[in-house]
């Protein structure tokens, strides 16, 4: 409703009308959000993984190369570090690809790391574990909520012991706006995370005890490709940031 907004449905993968809608823009902001998401789906089908994030990313790149883009942020994922030894992960921790979902990843960070050096203020953010309101249904929040009401048995991997930093869908925004008003010299690269991991046996232990009511679970040995701890330092955000929490 507001006279400023204006929506344009464009598949990244059609370089024409990518590079048609930027021709007349210059001097503006871009937040590159989207992918193909999810680490279990990118074993069945990893053609739709190359092309809405592999391609994508560089038709989108590709587009913009040649104009004066006064912000970029792409957003990543904390999949990239994959299982570290040493936590909380930092910024500089290597990347240890654990499926390819987090190969796409990787693969355009490099790609932007590649092409938009000479450009201003290019950042990465790897967020860790969103929740929140309007996410994906296969995520675990929500996945818990819908098995509740529907009385239905979920199941659980690696036996209830992954370890997730759960990390707010709003606080994400927030980082994102913030950093879109913020410029750099050289590309940065930033954890956004609540840095405060958890259990999901104690995740499901807190919806029983606000639920008021046992959970069906089916607990079962780790799948392929995922992570056993997603646990990120949010160090270099906050003091980048200045803000506390």
């Not at 370089?15 to 503006?28: S, Y």
């Amino acid at each position: 409703k507001n006279k400023l907004f204006s929506f344009s449905k464009i598949d990244l993968c059609d370089q024409k009308k990518l590079v048609k809608f930027f021709e007349k823009k210059n001097n503006f902001k871009l937040v590159h959000l989207a992918a193909q998401p999810g680490v279990i789906y990118s074993f069945k089908n990893p053609k739709s993984y190359y092309e809405n994030n592999v391609l994508a990313t560089k038709n989108l790149i590709n587009s913009i190369i040649n104009k004066n883009v006064s912000n970029f942020i792409f957003v990543s994922s904390s999949s990239v570090y994959g299982n570290q030894t040493k936590y909380p992960i930092k910024e500089t921790a290597k990347l240890k690809s654990l499926n390819y979902y987090a190969n796409t990843k990787i693969i355009c960070e490099k790609y932007i790391k590649k092409k938009l050096k000479k450009h201003q203020s290019v950042k990465i953010v790897r967020p860790f574990t969103v929740y929140g309101p309007f996410g994906r249904p296969d995520m675990l929040i929500l996945k818990f909520l819908n098995f509740f009401r529907e009385n239905k048995t979920i199941n659980i991997y690696n036996f209830g012991n992954h370890i997730r930093d759960f990390t707010y869908v709003e606080d994400v925004a927030k980082v994102i706006y913030k950093f879109s008003k913020l410029k750099n010299k050289n590309i940065q690269t930033f954890n956004i995370c609540a840095s405060n991991p958890i259990k999901i046996n104690k995740v499901i232990e807190y919806f029983e005890k606000f639920l008021k009511k046992k959970v069906n679970i089916n607990r079962k040995p780790r799948r392929k490709g995922e992570m056993e701890i997603t646990f990120g330092s949010n160090n270099k955000l906050k003091k980048h940031l200045k803000i506390k929490k």
